[in-house]
């Protein structure tokens, strides 16, 4: 019972520390809530709109009108492309995040080119957490390529559950 009691405050202890630990931090943080100055804030919003308008290809929202339909193999890569050329702070946040130069890539699987692929669709899936009613043909062509090539009803309900596609019925 010595030895329990003994274990039990310890662990107590420790469990103390991180939590005041964790409360200093978050202190900390709420102290400095201008982490970004007011023009890149600015900037960082002037770009996120621009980036839900590149989200917007006409598919959902009605603005293709009979041949104007896309029919383009590298839609995806584009879009990367185009975030990498419109948006540069939105693309300098997804680069940071993905952890990688584009002069080496540790996995020959995942090139910097597929993995700013699927950065760019990712956030494309945390645009429309905001707002489902927003026309994102990005989770439109994704749920359909991922039908064409077999997913079933569970799967694409899935992929919707996490942000990366539309629902089975919607599609």
């Known amino acids: 019972m010595r030895r329990y009691r003994c274990l039990a405050m310890a662990r107590e202890n420790y469990l103390t520390a991180l939590i005041n630990g964790y409360q ?3 202190a900390k943080l709420q102290e400095n809530n201008d982490i ?3 023009q890149q804030k600015k900037k ?3 770009e996120l709109t621009l980036f839900k308008t590149s989200c917007d290809l006409g598919f959902r929202s009605g603005h ?3 041949d104007d339909m896309p029919t383009n193999e590298h839609l995806f890569l584009n879009f990367a492309t185009t975030i990498a050329n419109d948006c540069p702070l939105i693309n300098d946040i997804l680069e940071t995040l993905i952890g990688s130069t ?3 890539d540790v996995n020959k699987m995942k090139t910097h080119s597929y993995k700013m692929k699927c950065a760019s669709h990712a956030l494309s899936g945390l645009i429309s957490l905001g707002n489902q009613k927003y026309p994102n043909d990005i ?3 994704f749920g359909l390529l991922c039908m064409s090539y077999g ?3 569970q799967c694409i309900n899935m992929l919707n559950s996490i942000g990366l596609s ?3 019925d919607s599609l």
Do not use: A, M, V
């Open 24 to 26: 200093q931090e978050i």
């Open 36 to 38: 970004l100055s007011s």
């Open 44 to 46: 960082l919003k002037d």
């Open 64 to 66: 293709l009108q009979g």
């Open 102 to 104: 584009k002069d080496t």
């Open 139 to 141: 989770q439109l062509l």
């Open 151 to 153: 997913g079933g009803k």
């Open 166 to 168: 539309l629902h089975w």
